[in-house]
């Protein structure tokens, strides 16, 4: 049974600083892997989607690496201003947990202060 | 942007009464799905549907729930007799069809989530 790992739980860090958020995954055999947004009481905002075949992805400040064979992601933020606050919630789509639902680690949830 | 709206956006009912949280998923769409998010507690699947059929459901998706798509751009979810335990926040989520010239199943797509309904069971 697939579970979805994240690390830390909490993280607070001044502004301008340079972030790694971990994801582990403990079936390899994953489709994609999807990082998302959260907003105390908003909905989910993906933020970036990797496919099993790819090893990175790129939107703006944010990378995500994928390691499908250690079942590990990582979400790197770059600069880090107070607007990135929220939680980071990673979710994998794959066999063992069904090949059209997404299953959810417990997120990061990431204070940035001025 | 195209986006997946939910409707209310709270919902307070009676243990024991029926509900139903509707959603509009993005037009293009042919992948739906919901989730539910206890208060502190993570994302966790329902169901999904396709070609108008369940195309995979969770052991939480009993014969309380169902799911509809009474029309061409509304997907729903009832819950039939709700108890305490279903106060959660429900989210609904698209993805779209295959994409031309991809041997990806579409259900490698990103999904994308509206914004939720916040049941409260009384």
């Known amino acids: 049974k697939q579970e979805v790992t994240q690390i830390p739980a909490a993280l607070s860090v001044p502004e301008g600083e340079n972030l790694v958020l971990n994801c582990s995954f403990t079936?390899?055999?994953?489709?994609?892997l999807q990082w998302f947004r959260q907003d105390p009481g908003k909905g989910l905002t993906s933020l970036l989607l990797?496919?099993?075949?790819?090893r990175e992805q790129t939107s703006g400040r944010l990378n995500a690496s994928l390691d499908k064979s250690s079942g590990r992601s990582t979400l790197y933020i770059a600069a880090s201003q107070p607007g990135d606050s929220a939680t980071y919630l990673c979710?994998?789509?794959?066999?063992?947990?069904?090949?059209?639902?997404?299953?959810f680690g417990a997120g990061t949830r990431l204070a940035v202060h001025p | 942007e195209p986006e997946v709206t939910q409707t209310p956006s709270h919902q307070v009912t009676q243990m024991g009464q029926e509900v139903i949280l509707r959603c509009v998923p993005i037009?293009?769409?042919?992948?739906f799905y919901w989730y539910r998010q206890i208060l502190g507690q993570k994302v966790e699947f329902l169901v999904s549907?396709?070609?108008?059929?369940?195309?995979?459901k969770s052991e939480i998706f009993d014969d309380q729930f169902s799911v509809e798509r009474p029309d061409g751009s509304n997907f729903t979810l009832k819950i039939r007799s709700t108890k305490l335990e279903d106060s959660a926040m429900y989210f609904c989520?698209?993805?779209?069809?295959?994409?031309?010239?991809?041997?990806?199943?579409?259900?490698?797509?990103?999904?994308?989530f509206g914004p939720g309904t916040r049941l409260t069971v009384l």
């Open positions: 989520a698209s993805s779209e069809a295959l994409r031309p010239g991809s041997d990806y199943h579409s259900s490698y797509n990103e999904q994308f």
């Open positions: 079936d390899s055999a994953i489709y994609n």
């Open positions: 990797i496919q099993s075949s790819q």
């Open positions: 979710a994998v789509n794959g066999r063992s947990g069904g090949y059209n639902k997404l299953i």
């Open positions: 037009s293009n769409h042919l992948y």
């Open positions: 549907f396709y070609n108008n059929e369940i195309s995979e």
